[in-house]
């Protein structure tokens, strides 16, 4: 795996399993639960944004998400994920943008996708505001590695 699977477990076992929202049945936006190196890449790439775009700011709709929450979206058909989707673990998150003070979805995602993808993450071609810091062939390799706790 390219990224450090050791800091994204450390991430899940002392932080995400032990929240309150571990068991949400709610979107969750709270950043403590996003990996901390995943979370520092996001800032920058917002900031970066923000310079280019000085009167929008990118914000964050969605970090962690229970396997609960997780099945609803996908009996809901908005996600192609069950269970264990990268939410779940803290190194995933779903943007939109603040502007003119208004939540919107009016950003300049294409501009934020290059800055994701340039700074290495992972952009899905079938859901626009989703960000995350491995790459889709490795997801298998994390649940299982996640899995042996």
């Known amino acids: 795996m390219e990224k450090d699977i050791n800091t994204i477990r450390d991430n899940y076992q002392n932080v995400i399993l032990k929240s309150d929202l571990f068991e949400s049945e709610k979107p969750v936006k709270d950043v403590s639960l996003l990996c901390p190196d995943f979370y520092e890449i ?6 970066d944004y923000q310079s280019k775009y000085p009167e929008q700011e990118v914000c964050i709709s969605e970090t962690y998400r229970s396997n609960q929450l997780q099945y609803d979206y996908y009996e809901a058909g908005k996600s192609k994920i069950k269970k264990n989707g990268m939410h779940h673990y803290g190194i995933a998150a779903d943007v939109a943008f603040m502007i003119n003070g208004k ?3 009016n950003g300049d995602y294409n501009y934020l996708r290059k800055l994701f993808k340039d700074s290495g993450l992972t952009v899905l071609n079938w859901e626009l505001g989703h960000v995350q810091y491995i790459k889709v062939e490795e997801q298998n390799e994390l649940r299982s590695e996640i899995g042996k706790l």
Do not use: Q, R
């Open 103 to 105: 939540f919107s979805y």
């Open 42 to 47: 996001l800032k920058k790439c917002f900031a």
